[in-house]
């Protein structure tokens, strides 16, 4: 999982430093991230649309992980960012981010966000139903504002992923149904939106996807569409906007082709379809989330205590767990680690790393062949880059970790350590 320049005399080292240094430092749990591997992998999506000489923007999946020095990283790199809540949105506009970069996602946006998304000029609203039109309709009209707006169908495309992260298939909650018309009736409405201004069709397959077949059929039935659209209502999208879900490496048992490999595939298809048609070949966006920040993250934790159940298993413990990496205990994520301090020893075992939460599904890796680790080492998880700490919980009270990031043996704090006193922040004392 790791390059020879992440280990140097036996310590795992993160963006040029020693990782048992951040943890000294900062504490731990603690969420790292190598800013270069973010910027790379960014770069690497950008040039392939280059490449192939196709009009592009590179939309990072805020969801995956989000604050103000990430948007602040993007905004470098010229990426673009969906965002799905109010909340991600406030963050990318006190970071300064670029409001026409942003599209604004989402299967239930509420009145309120769509009006601070309106007001803030955001790129783009991206429709996902006929009650989200009517009321964009209300909120352009209330604020005397127009907007650009994509339509996201659901192309009814099952990628080969876990159950709870596919979107595209047919029985989904998001976006317009293609087969049964329900794409088209939008479209006849928003064509008919004078504040609203059609710029494209969007859709999304899924998450942590490994085959290509799922994104070329996505893409010949976004083309498909666009020919329709174009022959029936003579509309013409300028923007396919393919989503995201390019898997990545978690362990050594993963074999995913690289990112932007994914994205090679799709523009190849995408032209070979569109000139085949004789149609003009649209700009392509993508929305990488969990392939841009995930191989950049990892998460260093202290061992604690350990139990071992002769004939049955050894339990070792570290100071984080579920609170800021659901993905085992939610999807049955696996993970691979490394002990900071000692990569490479041949005095192993077999063991299973256990978080420190009170429930027994609170286990990070089962079975896991490690150095023989003692209280006080430094295990890093890998890989732990996306929904790892977009996903953490306060579960048990604990204090969510603090996020590092790391560039060219600089480190920086882009998110606190939560306190004891931030857990009761919000609390109020009983007065009745
Ligand atoms: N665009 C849309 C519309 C999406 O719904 C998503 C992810 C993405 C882009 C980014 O997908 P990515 O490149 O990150 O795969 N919590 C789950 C993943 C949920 C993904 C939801 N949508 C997990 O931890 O695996």
């Known amino acids: ?82 965002v799905v809540s109010g909340g991600e949105l406030y963050t990318a506009i006190q970071a300064g981010f670029p409001m026409d970069h942003v599209s604004f996602h989402g299967n239930n946006k509420s009145r309120a966000e769509l009006e601070m998304a309106i007001s803030h000029h955001v790129g783009v609203i991206m429709l996902d139903n006929f009650y989200e039109i009517q009321l964009l309709s209300e909120v352009l009209a209330d604020l005397d504002e127009t907007t650009n707006v994509m339509l996201r169908v659901s192309p009814a495309v099952s990628a080969h992923t876990h159950e709870f992260i596919q979107t595209g298939q047919q029985d989904s909650k998001f976006g317009f149904d293609i087969i049964t018309g329900q794409a088209d009736e939008a479209l006849q409405q928003v064509l008919n939106e004078p504040n609203m201004n059609l710029i494209g069709v969007h859709s999304h397959i899924g998450s942590q996807i490994f085959e290509t077949d799922g994104f070329k059929i996505e893409t010949e039935k976004l083309v498909n569409l666009m020919q329709h659209w174009h022959d029936e209502f003579g509309f013409t999208p300028q923007i396919i906007n393919v989503g995201g879900g390019f898997g990545i490496k978690y362990t050594d048992d993963d074999h995913p082709i690289r990112p932007e490999d994914f994205v090679q595939q799709i523009l190849t298809t995408l032209r070979a379809e569109t000139e085949s048609r004789g149609l003009a070949t649209p700009a392509v966006w993508i929305e990488p989330g969990r392939s841009i920040a995930g191989p950049a993250g990892t998460t260093l934790y202290t061992v604690g205590s350990s139990k071992t159940i002769p004939e ?28 900071a301090n000692d990569v490479h020893d041949d005095n192993t075992e077999l063991i299973t790393l256990a978080g420190k939460y009170c429930e027994s599904g609170d286990i990070l890796i089962k079975d896991i062949e490690l150095p023989v680790v003692q209280p006080g080492d430094i295990i890093a998880v890998l890989a732990t880059g996306a929904y790892g700490y977009s996903m953490a919980s306060n579960y048990n009270r604990n204090e969510r970790p603090a996020v590092v990031f790391v560039e060219n043996g600089k480190s920086q704090i882009a998110i606190e350590r939560e306190t004891y006193a931030d857990l009761i922040h919000l609390d109020r004392n009983l007065t009745i």
């Open 312 to 339: 049955i298993r050894k339990y070792v413990a570290v100071d984080g767990g579920m609170g800021d990496n659901i993905r085992p205990a939610l999807y049955g994520a696996e993970y691979d680690a490394v002990v």
């Open 1 to 82: 999982m790791l390059d020879d320049n992440e280990i140097q005399d036996n310590q795992l080292i993160i963006g040029g430093i020693p990782a048992t240094d951040l943890a000294a430092e900062y504490g731990t749990a603690l969420q790292v991230y190598d800013v270069s591997k973010i910027r790379s992998q960014i770069r690497a999506f950008q040039r392939v649309f280059k490449e192939n000489d196709i009009e592009y923007a590179v939309s990072y999946a805020s969801k995956a992980f989000a604050c103000l020095a990430m948007y602040q990283v993007l905004a470098q790199e010229d990426a673009h960012a969906d």
